[in-house]
């Protein structure tokens, strides 16, 4: 069977991360994932197209981001494509902090809650940059119900 | 995008937004850091009962409202479910954000 | 107030499936408009394209834009094939006809259907107006 697959397309600006998240809402309705997973995977879209937007192109419009959403027997990939400023291969290897604690404001949150975020929805998380062209990719691997 | 109502001396906020992301935010936080300057001191109970989404930006919106009210303030949350009490849970926020499933109980 | 998105697949008829799909849950954004009419409508379309356009064969590309404005929606469904021998017809097919129900039933689902061609790209423009 080969996968099947769709590219979305959206201008670089933050409230377009929006379109994004429930155009993939609506393809995971044919995919094996129960409500939560769906919600998860969309939430995990949004949170690496904002990350995409503000790393890659500082939050400015006029720069096309694309995304791949490619459906195969048992996994879902996602690759999100930019031409920007390149992620530090380091901060994907950032440890997880400590969890947050009520009576220390500075562990509320990180800047890296968006990894946190992927690195708990997705079985997957990979980033790589080959002449200009920035990949994130994300994998989840899907059980048939 | 909010409406207010006093119960007591909390000051209920409900927020009309389905979706609170990038799109929506910059203008929550505005809103709502308008009205704790009226009054820093005041109970502050935030109605999310209308949200079906909450990436982090929107969770930055509530942790900055946390901050913002500091030691002398007091925030709640109501209405807390589905893909929004997964985003605290995944962030474990969930740790830190007292949560009340109805007005009723915040009040309580 | 302007939102823009792009959806890109190659001339597959499993294809098909995820920009109807992608296209519903964009449907939340638009509470007072029939979503499964726009589905349909952006399926048809997209079947004209992979059927007859590129005869069913792979390799090839169909775009569509999906564009809400403060009036209304559009969404645009362009390929690069051949060009339709004839407008979509509004006019119900004969019961015992199989097939020509696809223009009908798009014309059903949206307030206005336009073509326009510029060099080897067709585009099929449906619109939906806001209420």
């Known amino acids: ?145 | 995008m909010i409406e207010t109502h006093s119960h007591g001396d909390a000051l209920v906020v409900r927020i009309h937004e389905k979706r609170l992301d990038a799109s929506v935010s910059p203008t929550l936080k505005v809103k709502l850091w308008e009205l704790v300057a009226q009054d820093a001191n005041q109970a502050l109970i935030l109605d999310l009962s209308e949200a079906q989404f909450m990436d982090s930006s929107g969770l930055g919106v509530m942790i900055s409202l946390l901050k913002l009210l500091g030691t002398e303030g007091d925030l709640k949350l109501v209405g807390v479910h589905g893909p929004v009490a997964q985003t605290f849970k995944l962030t474990r926020m969930d740790r830190v954000f007292p949560m009340y499933p109805d007005l009723a109980s915040a009040l309580a | 107030m302007s939102q823009m998105i792009t959806f890109t697949i190659e001339s597959r008829l499993d294809n098909v499936a995820l920009v109807g799909e992608a296209v519903m849950g964009l449907c939340a954004l638009t509470p007072q408009l029939d979503s499964n009419q726009i589905r349909v409508a952006v399926i048809e379309g997209v079947n004209n394209a992979v059927l007859h356009a590129y005869h069913n064969e792979p390799g090839h590309l169909v775009q569509v834009v999906w564009c809400l404005k403060d009036d209304g929606l559009r969404i645009d469904i362009t390929d690069w094939g051949e060009p339709l021998a004839q407008e979509l017809s509004r006019q119900w097919p004969d019961d015992h006809q199989e097939g020509g129900r696809g223009g009908p039933l798009m014309w059903t689902c949206v307030d206005e259907l336009h073509w326009h061609r510029d060099g080897e790209a067709k585009t099929l423009s449906l619109r939906k107006r806001l209420a």
């Open chain 1, 1 to 145: 069977m080969s996968n099947k697959n769709i590219t979305l397309t959206i201008d670089s600006r933050l409230d377009n991360s929006r379109l994004v998240g429930l155009a993939v809402r609506g393809l995971c309705q044919l995919l094996p994932l129960d409500t939560e997973q769906a919600g998860q995977t969309e939430l995990a879209v949004v949170e690496a197209v904002n990350q995409t937007i503000t790393r890659a192109y500082a939050s400015e419009p006029g720069n096309e981001l694309s995304l791949d959403f490619s459906v195969a027997e048992d996994h879902l990939e996602i690759q999100i494509y930019d031409t920007g400023t390149t992620l530090d291969p380091g901060e994907l290897e950032t440890p997880d902090t400590a969890p947050p604690r009520l009576d220390d404001p500075d562990s509320w949150t990180g800047s890296n809650s968006w990894l946190a975020i992927l690195r708990q929805t997705m079985d997957q998380v990979d980033y790589y940059s080959v002449g200009g062209l920035n990949t994130l990719v994300l994998r989840k691997y899907l059980v048939s119900t």
